[in-house]
């Protein structure tokens, strides 16, 4: 826990920008880095093995599965995410859907509204969260 050395390695980089004002329709694939400040309806993929980190910004907004090697959410998802080894959700972060990682970095303030499954080599732990509120039964 305290003094051991990460083992991700986030590509330091954004390649790649979709701005606030602009809307995107349709699956992504990318490699490199992305940020995401506008709105994407639709599947966002990293394109290769190689590591890839996206980044939707606190004012973004997806509707789609993510599946992307780092990823580092503070704005809204409606739907799965899969970050094949790192995983940050900052405090503004809203994720409506399953969420899967290897390593998991979540700040006070971040919601999901799904399960959270965590991903080993080879083998996959489902961890269910108890919902608080007034829900009927």
Do not use: C, W
């Amino acid at each position: 826990m305290f003094g051991r050395k990460k083992n991700h390695v986030p590509q330091k980089q954004i390649d790649s920008l979709i701005g606030s004002s602009t809307t995107i329709s349709g699956d992504i694939l990318f490699t490199g880095g992305l940020r995401i400040d506008g709105v994407v309806k639709g599947s966002i993929h990293s394109a290769s093995d190689a590591p890839s980190t996206l980044v939707v910004s606190e004012k973004a907004t997806v509707s789609g599965e993510i599946r992307v090697s780092h990823v580092v959410i503070d704005g809204t998802v409606n739907g799965p995410v899969n970050a094949t080894e790192y995983l940050e959700l900052l405090p503004n972060a809203r994720i409506t859907g399953d969420v899967s990682y290897r390593t998991l970095e979540m700040q006070v303030g971040a919601v999901i509204d799904g399960r959270l499954l965590h991903v080993q080599q080879g083998t996959a732990d489902v961890v269910e969260l108890k919902r608080i509120g007034n829900e009927s039964k």
